[in-house]
């Protein structure tokens, strides 16, 4: 770049001394400045120069911060210690989605080899994971909730044969926490004959304390697309929930650390699209990767021949964005995107 492409800044003196300052604090402690008490501000500066000699820096210029910038952010800051011992209406909103999860099917129980790479992968976790509590919202810049997405899963022992139970669970309400360790599942959701297997001897291995993990295949909606994911959860007593609240929640290992997607909060897209967005909806979570557990019939759920199994990044189309509407009024995705 050259000295005709840099661009130009316009600062008050004192606010390029500062930056300047800022930017020398800490640096060539080696080098003084010896001036009479009694000085002027050119003197102070042809001395600093001198001192410098050869020395010298690169230095990035910033716009000066404006006093409205900080009225506003004191206002946040005072707002958010009024919020702070405060609950929110509604520990979650639903984002905007064009998914119908009800028009996919029933998720599939992954094929051997798949659960095979799950039931490795799970030998890292320690035995006592940590509880994944629902953080305590106090953000006060735009929602103080957690978003919550549509799914389908089918839920298995992660040692489960084609004739052990499974059990199919479907919401309008899974929590998108990404504070969250790991996905969890109240075991007050499942129902009596499902977590009496659970509890059998055969799912013993996978038990620590209260904690038991399964085997889920999934469906789960994203404002754009829906995701088709082979995963662990945790099923947990209720206890463990704030305010024992039966649940699910998403959480990070095998999931969300899985995932690339672009999250946009409701105060964003009010001043992006320049239109109200409706009460009652977090925003968008919009799908554009994620990483694969790939093997050929890899949701079969039958039996198979011993083969590879990859991880494969697979890109989403993101499509046209238009008709975003709420769960359970979305429009069938194919109305929406086009080939």
């Known amino acids: 770049m050259t000295s005709e492409n840099v661009p130009t800044i316009t600062l008050h003196p004192s606010e390029l001394l500062r930056q300047v300052s800022a930017s020398m604090n800490g640096r060539h402690e080696d080098i003084t400045v010896n001036l009479p008490v009694q000085t002027t501000w050119k003197a102070s500066l042809s001395a600093v120069s001198a001192a410098l000699g050869d020395v010298d820096e690169p230095i990035h210029l910033f716009p000066q911060r404006r006093s409205t910038s900080r009225r506003v952010l004191r206002e946040v800051a005072l707002e958010t210690v009024r919020l702070w011992d405060s609950e929110p209406s509604s520990p979650g909103y639903p984002i905007r989605s064009s998914v119908d999860i009800k028009t996919l099917g029933i998720p599939k129980r992954a094929s051997p080899s798949v659960r095979q790479v799950l039931k490795e992968n799970i030998k890292s976790w320690p035995d006592n994971l940590p509880e994944p509590y629902l953080l305590r919202l106090n953000a006060g810049l735009c929602e103080r909730t957690l978003a919550t997405v549509s799914g389908r899963m089918t839920l298995s022992g992660i040692d489960a044969g084609l004739r052990d139970p499974e059990f199919v669970l479907e919401s309008d309400d899974f929590f998108w926490d990404t504070a969250a360790h790991t996905s969890i599942i109240v075991e007050d959701l499942l129902p009596t004959g499902f977590r009496e297997y659970l509890n059998s001897p055969q799912n013993d291995p996978y ?18 697309h829906h995701l088709e994911i082979n995963t662990i959860f945790i099923v947990v007593p209720r206890s463990v929930v704030p305010n024992s609240r039966i649940g699910i929640i998403l959480g990070q290992k095998l999931l969300i650390d899985r995932l690339k997607y672009r999250s946009i909060p409701k105060c964003l897209l009010v001043a992006k699209e320049e239109r109200d967005i409706p009460e009652g909806i977090w925003g968008d979570l919009i799908l554009e ?11 079969s759920g039958e039996e198979e021949e011993e083969k ?15 008709g975003l509407e709420v769960k359970g009024k979305a429009k069938r995705e194919d109305e929406l995107w086009e080939e």
């Open 207 to 224: 038990r620590s304390g209260s904690q038991i993990r399964i085997q889920v295949s999934a469906f789960i909606g994203f404002s754009n």
């Open 289 to 299: 990767e994620y990483l694969d557990t790939d093997v050929d019939g890899a949701n």
């Open 308 to 322: 590879e199994v990859t991880n494969t990044t697979r890109d989403i189309d993101e499509g046209r964005q238009e």
